[in-house]
C-alpha cells in the first residue's frame, strides 16, 4: 500500500524557521513527484511546492517563493519543505501528495490536478 505520511508542524513565531517532511512507502520513490499543499480555515486548497523526479522540475507558489524550499532524499523516501521567514498568513494545515505524473505542473495553480495520493496534514500555527 502506497503511503504518505507529513510530520513536522507545530506552533512558531513570526519570522521562524520549520522543516516539514514528507514520509514515502508502498512504491518506487525515485520515480514520482511529491507536492506540498496547505489550507486554512475558510480556504481553498492552495499548491505550495512540487518537486519532481530527479529534482527535474521544481514549482512554487509566487506566495512562497524565496522563503520555501523543496527537497527530496531519494535514499530516505522523504521529501522536505523548509520553511522561513514564516508569517501568520501561512498558518494551514500542511499535507504532501503524490503525482500521477513523474513530473509536476509547471504552475502551482495546477498542481492540484495532478495528484493521485494524499498522506494525512501536519499543522503549522504561525503566532503574530
Known amino acids: 500500500e502506497v503511503q504518505l505520511q507529513a510530520s513536522g508542524g507545530g506552533l512558531v513565531q513570526t519570522g521562524d524557521s520549520l522543516r516539514l517532511s514528507c514520509a514515502f512507502s508502498?512504491?518506487?520513490?525515485?520515480?514520482?513527484?511529491i507536492g506540498w499543499f496547505r489550507q486554512a480555515p475558510g480556504k481553498e486548497r492552495e499548491g505550495v511546492a512540487c518537486i519532481s523526479r530527479s529534482v527535474s522540475r521544481i514549482t512554487y507558489a509566487d506566495s512562497v517563493k524565496g522563503r520555501f524550499t523543496i527537497s527530496r532524499d531519494d535514499a530516505e523516501n522523504t521529501v522536505y519543505l523548509q520553511m522561513s521567514s514564516l508569517q501568520p498568513e501561512d498558518t494551514a494545515v500542511y499535507s504532501c501528495?503524490?503525482?500521477?505524473?513523474?513530473?509536476?505542473?509547471?504552475?502551482?495553480?495546477?498542481?492540484?490536478?495532478?495528484?493521485?495520493?494524499w498522506g494525512k496534514g501536519t499543522q503549522v500555527t504561525v503566532s503574530s
Open positions: 501528495a503524490r503525482d500521477r505524473s513523474e513530473y509536476c505542473a509547471s504552475s502551482s495553480r495546477y498542481l492540484v490536478y495532478g495528484m493521485d495520493l
Open positions: 508502498g512504491d518506487i520513490f525515485s520515480d514520482v513527484a
